[in-house]
């Protein structure tokens, strides 16, 4: 089964431009209309496929309104992870593009360099980058939480 997570934005196209200049995304796929408008936008990046729409609403919703946070006075209710072979140069290429570092990026307890990004519109991007190899016993010391294999 394939998932394809999908962000709704104020302004789509100006998103569009600012994921691909400051992300690195590349358009997998762009449906517009007649004046230019995005109907349906689908971007790749780290091998996964990313929804990009304006903000919209409808009988096939069945009552949800697709917003941006830009639109909630900055209520996210959900980030999208993505591997990164450079998480700092992307971070550096993202905060020279005017994304603005939640978290710079950093070694986490886990293995994983990470850092969050917010775009324009105040999404939440995050990325990790796999540094090292550690094991569940060094996690829960770490942490102090208790690691379950599911």
């Known amino acids: 089964m394939a998932v394809t ?7 789509p196209k100006a998103a569009l431009d600012w994921l691909q200049r400051a992300l690195g995304f590349e358009t997998a ?3 517009t209309d007649d004046a230019g408008r995005i109907a349906h936008c689908e971007v790749s990046a ?24 830009a ?9 999208v992870w993505l591997d990164a072979p450079d998480v700092d ?19 986490q ?7 969050r ?19 569940t016993e060094a996690m829960e010391k770490a942490s102090g939480l208790k690691f379950e294999k599911v």
């Not at 997570?5 to 302004?11: E, H, K, L, S």
């Not at 639109?71 to 980030?79: E, P």
């Open 5 to 11: 997570p999908t962000v709704f934005y104020r302004d």
């Open 89 to 107: 140069a992307l971070a550096a290429r993202a905060a020279a593009a005017g994304g603005k570092l939640a978290q710079a990026p950093e070694d």
């Open 46 to 69: 780290s091998g996964a496929h990313i929804g990009v729409a304006g903000e919209w609403e409808g009988p096939q919703l069945g009552g949800a309104r697709m917003r941006s946070p």
């Open 117 to 135: 990004i917010l775009d324009p519109e105040g999404h939440v991007w995050c990325f990790r980058q796999k540094v090292a190899e550690v094991s």
């Open 71 to 79: 639109s909630t006075g900055g209520v996210c209710t959900q980030f």
């Open 29 to 31: 796929m762009l449906l």
């Open 109 to 115: 307890f886990y293995g994983d360099r990470t850092c």
